[in-house]
């Protein structure tokens, strides 16, 4: 079957001979549509994640249009398009059809053809308000607009309107005022034509379809590749150092006056820049060692994982592969703080640790099941940086009585307890603490 995008690129919409096709006629949406999708708008194709469906279907896809039950009638299949970020319906819905009526009052704009011989072009598209459905809360209006009638004896192809480009509802107090092409639709004079005498020749589609699932992410690392087992660069380096693991490391990709702004100051203001980021990366946890006494370098607080006694080690000896991150404002809008979204990170160094203070980090370890040795305690320490509100930290001291204790932001889990702790936006609290079983 063919790729759907045809409709447009191919010109496989039935009835169509606008495409992008050496010798084919093109009309302004075939640029300003594609402007449009990488701006965010157009249609979400609910086939595009259904592979067991007729995914490559054309015709009868979602924004389709074909010849309705009269001359100047279209059939329109339903489905959902996003425009200006919010998420609409449009002709009804998926699995639905509307008509579209060239001609009737409210739903367009143009001129009655007057004549035989004469044919004008129509723009249809998509709009938050009016139109066919517009009024409908959560519906997008399907409209049209028609170019200039002209005579094609003279030689001279009719063009389309460009008023929908700019303010498609003339100055009407709307505040989406985005809009996507569905198609353009080439009509010659008919008396039957309904109030605008007018009788469907082609139809042309002009359909974007977003993005959806699956979205594939390389990790991204200050790293380079490096060589799987058969020797070819197939692979992302995984250094203990190469991993992007929070803003402060995301805009200091490049070196000196070339870093990024992210998580600074706007100008010379004291507020920041009002941006976020999502991103997959690889672990960063510096000098990692399950070695039977733990040696964190110092030098590495705060660039790594936070600094609990493995650091990043798992108890096979692996370190942490690949996690989504997500970097946002925190409360009191003085920092921005990582989450780690794939994967909450845990510590659980096997071996008794004696007296030490292990920097935590928001993007690091949030689960750590340690035991501490007889007289000693271990600090885990959340104050030298800033958590996102909910920031979740639990923690097992899972040594026996007579053992140590650990420490968590003025809170004491003796051995054999459980903490369970929550960062409300500017302070910890302790959700409840429990003797483990």
Request: hydrophobic share 35%; proline share 4%; aromatic share 6%.
């Amino acid at each position: 079957m063919p790729n759907p995008l045809s409709g447009h690129t191919a010109a496989q919409l039935t009835t169509a001979a606008d495409g992008l096709r050496d010798g084919d006629v093109i009309t302004s949406p075939s640029i300003t549509n594609a402007l449009e999708a990488i701006h965010g708008n157009g249609i979400l194709r609910l086939h595009d994640s259904t592979y067991g469906s007729t995914r490559n279907i054309v015709n009868g896809g979602e924004g389709a249009l074909s010849a309705g039950a009269s001359v100047h009638l279209l059939t329109l299949q339903g489905g959902y398009c996003v425009l200006d970020g919010a998420l609409y319906e449009f002709g009804n819905g998926p699995g639905s059809t509307l008509t579209v009526t060239l001609g009737a009052a409210g739903q367009g704009t143009g001129t009655a053809l007057a004549a035989a011989g004469e044919q004008s072009v129509y723009v249809i598209f998509l709009a938050a308000e009016g139109g066919n459905l517009g009024s409908t809360t959560g519906h997008a209006g399907v409209h049209y607009a028609g170019g200039t009638p002209v005579d094609v004896a003279t030689g001279v192809y009719p063009t389309l309107p460009e008023q929908y480009l700019h303010d498609y509802d003339g100055g009407t107090a709307t505040d989406n005022e985005q809009v996507i092409v569905l198609a353009v639709v080439r009509c010659k004079y008919n008396g039957s034509g309904g109030d605008h005498d007018v009788e469907v020749v082609e139809i042309n589609d002009k359909r974007v379809f977003l993005n959806t699932n699956p979205k594939y992410m390389i990790p991204l690392t200050a790293g380079g590749t490096t060589n799987d087992n058969t020797g070819k660069q197939s692979q992302i380096r995984r250094n203990g150092g190469d991993g992007i693991n929070n803003a402060a490391q995301l805009r200091g990709l490049h070196a000196s006056n070339e870093a990024g702004t992210i998580g600074l100051a706007v100008g010379a203001s004291t507020h920041l820049h009002d941006v976020g980021a999502l991103w997959l990366s690889t672990g960063r946890y510096g000098n990692a060692s399950l070695a039977a006494t733990a040696t964190p370098d110092p030098a590495d607080i705060g660039n790594g994982l936070g600094h609990g006694p493995s650091e990043g080690i798992d108890r096979a000896n692996n370190g942490t592969a690949d996690i989504l991150f997500a970097a946002g404002q925190v409360n009191a809008g003085t920092a921005v703080a990582t989450s780690r979204l794939m994967g909450r990170g845990v510590d659980a160094y096997p071996t008794a640790l004696n007296t030490a203070s292990w920097v935590i980090l928001p993007e690091g370890d949030s689960i750590f099941y340690l035991s501490v040795a007889a007289g000693q305690t271990v600090t885990l320490d959340p104050s030298t940086v800033v958590f996102p509100e909910g920031h979740i930290i639990e923690v097992r001291n899972a040594g026996a009585g007579g053992t140590g204790n650990i420490s968590f932001s003025g809170n004491t889990v003796a051995p054999t307890q459980y903490g369970r702790y929550v960062f409300e936006g500017s302070v910890w609290i302790e959700l409840f603490k429990a003797v483990s079983l």
